[in-house]
């Protein structure tokens, strides 16, 4: 059958990152979640399209994680 192997890697670090879909957009939450540093999510209508307050959900299992609001352009993203 089909199969994928991933070897791990090195330290990695959070970064600012751009959700392109909703699939993607989770998967960079999840990823967030196991790294370290802050990484910030931008483009999170994707996310938020697809999953009913999904912040408030990785919160009540303990994420440390939040919705930043920016004024000015009226940008949202997330921080894990």
Same mark, same amino acid.
């Given at each position: 059958?089909?199969?994928?192997? #991933?070897?791990?890697? $090195?330290?990695?670090?959070?970064?600012? &990152? @751009? =959700?392109?879909?909703?699939?993607? @957009?989770?998967?960079?939450?999840?990823?967030?979640?196991? #790294?370290? $540093?802050?990484? /910030? #999510?931008?483009?999170?209508? +994707?996310?938020?399209? @697809? +999953? /009913?307050? &999904? &912040?408030?959900?990785?919160?009540?299992?303990? =994420?440390? #994680?939040?919705?930043? +609001? +920016?004024? @000015?352009?009226?940008?949202?993203?997330?921080?894990?």
């Amino acid at each position: 059958g089909n199969t994928a192997r #991933i070897m791990g890697g $090195g330290d990695m670090h959070g970064a600012a &990152v @751009g =959700a392109t879909d909703l699939r993607a @957009g989770a998967a960079m939450i999840v990823a967030a979640l196991q #790294i370290k $540093g802050t990484t /910030e #999510i931008s483009s999170i209508q +994707y996310i938020e399209r @697809g +999953y /009913e307050d &999904v &912040v408030e959900k990785f919160k009540a299992l303990g =994420a440390d #994680i939040k919705k930043v +609001y +920016y004024t @000015g352009d009226n940008e949202q993203e997330l921080r894990a």
